[in-house]
Every structure is written in C-alpha cells, then in structure tokens.
C-alpha cells in the first residue's frame, strides 16, 4: 500500500531562492529531514539529531516519506544527499523530505507536532513498525538459520 502526499497546488516542486517574505507555507520553509538525523549507526558530529536510544539503524527518505504521509503532513521528496556523508555517491543515503510544519499563520500544521524535534521522535518510533521493517526483521534469523544448516549439510571436498 503506498501512501500518498497532500500536494498543494501552488506549491513549487522545485526549491527557489530564499526570500524573506516566504510564508511558513512555502516549500523553502519545510523543515527537511535527512535519513541521517535518525540513524543510529552515526555520531552526533556525523549528523545524527536525536539520542542514540531513539534513533534506527539505517533508515530510507522513502520510509520517511511513507510516515511523514500517514501522520497527514505535507510534504515533498526530493533527490539531495546529506552533506555530511562520506559518500554522496552511495544510491542508499540519497533523498531529503521536507515537511511542511506550521500553517500560513505561524501555528503548527498538526497539533500533536509543535517543533521539528517532536516531528523527528515521531518518525523513529515508527519506521521499526513499518511492515517492510518487519518482514526484514522476522525474515532476518531465519535465513541465518537456514546458511547455517546448509554450510553443516555439505560435505569439504578433499584434494587427493
């Protein structure tokens, strides 16, 4: 099932240059969220923005997106890479979701997220319950198990 964004019809999908005069619901004053600020395998130098006990290993701008949808924000995708990554290049630390926070009047867009920290708590509590999660993570052991039997079945071919 793939959620889908609220799009606003004014709304660039392209970023433009900063302007003072943008209202809280132009695209270039959505917060943006970097698949770094919520790994745990990063140091808070490396980007990583909430505590380590909170935070998941490896998470994807398409499981961002995929939370930041269902929660009713909305929001944009967009094909960056974190500055701070030793490997730009690297196909899986691409995208960047920018969500719009506060309406044109300055109060938050949802009432259950008045900041950017609350915002970003929100998507590690629930990527791990994400159904792909899940499924990798059951899946995990069992096809360790499974080497594993296999290694111990096969017979060390000896050379004569």
Request: proline share 8%; with cysteine.
């Amino acid at each position: 099932m793939m959620a889908t964004a609220q799009v606003q019809p004014n709304v660039p999908s392209q970023a433009r240059p900063w302007n003072p005069d943008f209202k809280h619901t132009d695209r270039e004053r959505w917060i943006c969220i970097y698949p770094a600020y919520l790994n745990s395998k990063k140091t808070l130098k490396e980007g990583r923005r909430i505590p380590k006990t909170k935070a998941i290993e490896n998470p994807a701008a398409t499981e961002i997106r995929d939370v930041c949808a269902s929660a009713g924000f909305t929001l944009g995708v967009e094909n960056k890479v974190y500055p701070r990554e030793l490997d730009p290049r690297d196909i899986k630390f691409k995208g960047r979701v920018r969500v719009m926070l506060k309406n044109e009047d300055g109060t938050p867009a949802l009432a259950n997220f008045p900041n950017r920290m609350s915002v970003l708590m929100y998507i590690a509590d629930m990527i791990p319950k994400l159904k792909t999660r899940q499924q990798t993570q059951s899946s995990g052991p069992a096809q360790v198990q499974q080497q594993q039997q296999q290694s111990k079945g096969q017979k060390k071919k000896s050379r004569k």
